[in-house]
């Protein structure tokens, strides 16, 4: 069994002279994490930094795989954007998720074969051939999490992927993502989406707010956001 950890020291991050996120210093390392805070508190940079999109501007991140500190960790780690149109780039499914299998060096038949199992693992099996332009919003957004599924990362991290999809189409999402085997940090403000989480994160202005089981960080996030909404 992978057991994965993400070590944070100290982190901090800077862009055009503003503090997006303040010497975080946290030990990841439970199954399921939400991450929640107000629009611009630094979680969609957090997220970046921790698939190593982004370096950070001062402190240190540590990967670990089974108590071992990985070389390479950006390919333990595997994210799915806000946007599904920022990250599907070819013409039929079977191609988009053949991608990331052939740039981990995967020949041509293992592609064909892992993509094959990922769209029978979600009970996609149909869509194989179909262009990526028929599908829906909320089909794009499986999409995109089958891709990562299938270079099998030991962490997923969702920015945001429930944005701007209906309430059905946001519970069968939210269903797939909850039967996911890796280690799943999930940034949403979607709040009923993580009350099964392990541990939840409130982030404000940069920095940790609160820190907890899901009952006790939602409940505090929920009663601080009704206090600060304008009438």
């Not at 993502?177 to 982030?203: G, Y």
Request: charged share 20%; glycine share 8%.
């Amino acid at each position: 069994m992978i057991k994965p950890k993400l070590v944070l020291n100290e982190i901090s991050y800077a862009a055009f002279g503003k503090v997006i996120l303040e010497e975080l210093t946290l030990t990841l390392d439970e199954k399921s994490i939400g991450i929640i805070g107000r629009n611009g508190s630094g979680k969609s940079t957090l997220a970046k930094i921790l698939c190593g999109l982004i370096d950070p501007s001062k402190g240190k991140l540590e990967v670990f795989i089974n108590g071992k500190n990985q070389s390479h960790p950006n390919l333990k780690i595997g994210i799915v954007f806000q946007n599904p149109d920022h990250q599907i780039i070819f013409g039929t499914v079977e191609e988009e998720i053949g991608f990331g299998l052939k740039n981990l060096g995967y020949s041509k038949s293992e592609v064909k074969k892992k993509t094959a199992l990922t769209l029978q693992k979600f009970d996609k099996t149909n869509w194989i051939n179909l262009s990526t332009s028929t599908l829906s919003q909320g089909q794009r957004q499986l999409l995109c999490i089958m891709s990562v599924f299938a270079m099998d990362p030991a962490i997923i991290i969702l920015d945001e992927v429930f944005s701007g999809l209906d309430l059905p189409t946001t519970k069968a999402l939210d269903t797939y993502i909850k039967n996911l085997p890796q280690m799943i940090i999930h940034i949403t403000h979607s709040l009923s989406s993580l009350e099964k989480c392990n541990r939840v994160i409130w982030l404000d202005y940069g920095k940790v707010l609160l820190d907890g089981s899901p009952k006790s960080v939602l409940n505090e996030y929920s009663k601080h956001m009704l206090r600060n909404v304008n009438l």
